[in-house]
């Protein structure tokens, strides 16, 4: 006499790996982006399964003091964590990090930003890394050179050679 069955076997997942960054820790931005402008992508992966793999993103709040906002909508929703004292905001989900207000690279030409990777496991693992923005000044071209001098005359002999030094002038700009 046999019997056979089907058995069907389900492995649950530990959560033993944390999240690994794996996006760039230095990055550069012009002081002429506009507020709301996408900054940077951070992205962390996380070799476990489900919400053990699923990664969030976050400021570390010893970066300065936090604020925090949410939408919310019959369509969507969304929340993001932001500080302060930064011009920066991060999206929970997609790491994307924003710029929420105006840069300045005369006033401050650098930001390193402590970001946090957590995985919704149970217990939640975490990794931190440091981002570093670093801004540069677009200098639009606005002004025309001046010439020191209003009039130039110079002569030359017609037997000169090609490149013959003839003369000099001088302009500044206030760019």
């Given at each position: 006499?046999?019997?056979?069955?089907?058995?069907d076997i389900n492995v649950a997942d530990?959560?033993?790996?944390?999240?690994?960054?794996?996006?760039?820790?230095?990055?550069l931005v012009h002081d002429d982006f506009f507020v709301g402008s996408l900054v940077t992508m951070v992205r962390a992966v996380d070799l476990d399964f489900r919400e053990n793999g699923t990664v969030e993103y976050y400021f570390a709040e010893d970066n300065f003091v936090a604020t925090s906002s949410s939408t919310s909508s019959s369509t969507s929703s969304s929340s993001s964590s932001s500080f302060s004292l930064l011009?920066?905001?991060?999206?929970?989900?997609?790491?994307?990090?924003?710029?929420?207000?105006?840069?300045n690279a005369l006033r401050?030409?650098?930001?390193?930003?402590?970001?946090?990777?957590t995985d919704l496991g149970k217990p939640k693992l975490a990794k931190r890394t440091n981002l570093t923005i670093d801004v540069r000044s677009f200098?639009?071209?606005?002004?025309?050179p001046i010439f020191k001098e209003r009039y130039a005359n110079f002569s030359v002999r017609e037997n000169k050679p090609p490149g013959t030094f003839v003369g000099k002038v001088s302009a500044t700009d206030d760019d």
């Open positions: 006499l046999t019997s056979s069955a089907n058995i530990v959560n033993d790996n944390a999240p690994v960054f794996v996006s760039p820790r230095k990055i011009p920066f905001s991060i999206h929970p989900q997609t790491g994307a990090i924003n710029l929420t207000s105006e840069l401050r030409s650098s930001y390193m930003i402590e970001i946090i990777a200098n639009w071209n606005l002004n025309p």
